[in-house]
Protein backbone atom coordinates (compact mmCIF):
# COMPACT_ATOMS: atom_id res chain seq x y z
CA UNK A 1 0.00 0.00 0.00
CA UNK A 2 1.03 3.12 -0.82
CA UNK A 3 0.56 6.31 1.47
CA UNK A 4 1.75 9.87 2.30
CA UNK A 5 2.78 11.68 5.21
CA UNK A 6 2.55 15.51 6.19
CA UNK A 7 5.98 15.95 6.72
CA UNK A 8 8.61 19.18 8.11
CA UNK A 9 11.32 17.72 6.06
CA UNK A 10 11.90 15.51 2.81
CA UNK A 11 12.96 12.36 5.35
CA UNK A 12 11.81 9.47 7.20
CA UNK A 13 13.44 10.97 10.35
CA UNK A 14 11.41 14.05 9.68
CA UNK A 15 8.49 15.43 12.64
CA UNK A 16 5.04 15.11 11.35
CA UNK A 17 3.61 17.99 9.82
CA UNK A 18 -0.50 18.56 11.62
CA UNK A 19 -1.29 20.53 8.19
CA UNK A 20 -2.44 18.94 5.54
CA UNK A 21 -2.58 21.87 3.00
CA UNK A 22 0.36 23.81 3.86
CA UNK A 23 3.07 20.62 5.38
CA UNK A 24 5.83 21.49 3.41
CA UNK A 25 6.18 17.93 2.48
CA UNK A 26 4.64 14.87 1.42
CA UNK A 27 6.40 11.71 2.15
CA UNK A 28 5.03 8.99 0.09
CA UNK A 29 6.03 5.69 1.70
CA UNK A 30 5.36 1.99 0.19
CA UNK A 31 4.31 0.30 2.79
CA UNK A 32 5.46 -3.14 1.92
CA UNK A 33 8.79 -2.29 0.82
CA UNK A 34 9.74 0.07 2.82
CA UNK A 35 10.81 2.99 0.01
CA UNK A 36 9.72 6.39 -0.41
CA UNK A 37 9.87 9.71 -2.12
CA UNK A 38 9.67 13.29 -0.60
CA UNK A 39 7.30 15.75 -2.70
CA UNK A 40 8.07 19.49 -1.99
CA UNK A 41 5.00 20.93 -1.38
CA UNK A 42 6.47 24.52 -1.18
CA UNK A 43 4.16 26.13 -3.84
CA UNK A 44 0.97 25.96 -0.78
CA UNK A 45 2.59 26.57 2.14
CA UNK A 46 2.11 30.22 1.89
CA UNK A 47 -0.81 30.27 -0.70
CA UNK A 48 -3.26 32.93 0.34
CA UNK A 49 -6.29 30.53 -0.44
CA UNK A 50 -6.98 27.01 -2.34
CA UNK A 51 -3.80 25.17 -0.22
CA UNK A 52 -6.18 22.31 0.63
CA UNK A 53 -7.99 22.04 -2.35
CA UNK A 54 -4.58 22.26 -4.73
CA UNK A 55 -2.58 19.81 -1.90
CA UNK A 56 -5.74 17.41 -2.16
CA UNK A 57 -5.10 17.38 -6.04
CA UNK A 58 -1.69 16.71 -5.94
CA UNK A 59 -1.79 13.84 -3.34
CA UNK A 60 -4.79 11.88 -5.58
CA UNK A 61 -2.79 12.70 -8.49
CA UNK A 62 0.17 10.86 -6.66
CA UNK A 63 -1.77 7.34 -6.43
CA UNK A 64 -1.38 7.07 -2.85
CA UNK A 65 -3.80 4.97 -1.02
CA UNK A 66 -3.87 6.98 2.13
CA UNK A 67 -3.06 9.93 3.70
CA UNK A 68 -1.39 10.02 7.20
CA UNK A 69 -1.77 13.88 8.90
CA UNK A 70 -3.13 15.73 11.81
CA UNK A 71 -6.04 17.93 10.37
CA UNK A 72 -8.06 18.11 6.81
CA UNK A 73 -10.60 21.02 6.33
CA UNK A 74 -13.89 20.73 4.23
CA UNK A 75 -12.66 21.27 0.87
CA UNK A 76 -9.20 19.12 0.89
CA UNK A 77 -11.49 16.18 2.68
CA UNK A 78 -14.34 16.26 -0.40
CA UNK A 79 -11.36 16.72 -2.89
CA UNK A 80 -9.30 13.70 -1.06
CA UNK A 81 -12.66 11.34 -0.95
CA UNK A 82 -13.50 11.81 -4.47
CA UNK A 83 -10.24 10.67 -5.33
CA UNK A 84 -11.00 7.49 -3.01
CA UNK A 85 -7.51 8.55 -0.04
CA UNK A 86 -8.81 7.33 3.21
CA UNK A 87 -7.60 9.80 5.62
CA UNK A 88 -5.34 8.29 8.78
CA UNK A 89 -5.19 10.42 12.29
CA UNK A 90 -3.67 10.32 15.42
CA UNK A 91 0.05 9.81 14.40
CA UNK A 92 2.88 11.00 16.45
CA UNK A 93 6.31 11.41 16.19
CA UNK A 94 8.47 11.10 12.96
CA UNK A 95 7.19 10.31 9.65
CA UNK A 96 8.47 6.51 10.30
CA UNK A 97 6.84 6.68 13.64
CA UNK A 98 3.58 7.33 11.91
CA UNK A 99 4.22 4.47 9.00
CA UNK A 100 4.92 1.72 11.86
CA UNK A 101 1.93 2.91 13.92
CA UNK A 102 -0.31 3.07 10.48
CA UNK A 103 1.27 -1.06 10.27
CA UNK A 104 -0.30 -1.70 13.39
CA UNK A 105 -3.46 -0.18 13.05
CA UNK A 106 -2.98 2.35 15.70
CA UNK A 107 -4.25 4.84 13.19
CA UNK A 108 -8.01 6.43 13.31
CA UNK A 109 -9.64 6.80 10.06
CA UNK A 110 -11.23 10.57 9.24
CA UNK A 111 -14.37 10.22 8.49
CA UNK A 112 -15.10 13.96 8.18
CA UNK A 113 -13.51 17.38 7.93
CA UNK A 114 -11.74 17.63 11.56
CA UNK A 115 -11.17 21.32 11.11
CA UNK A 116 -12.78 24.32 9.61
CA UNK A 117 -11.08 26.11 6.27
CA UNK A 118 -8.01 28.26 6.64
CA UNK A 119 -6.44 26.63 10.08
CA UNK A 120 -2.66 27.04 10.26
Not at 69 to 78: E, I, P
Request: charged share 20%; proline share 2%.
Amino acid sequence: MKVAVTAQESRLDSLLDPRFGRAKFFIVVDTETGSFSAIDNSVNVNAAQGAGIQAGKRVVELGVDGLITGHVGLKAFATLAAGRVKIYTGATGTVADAIEQFRAGKLTILESPDVEGHWQ
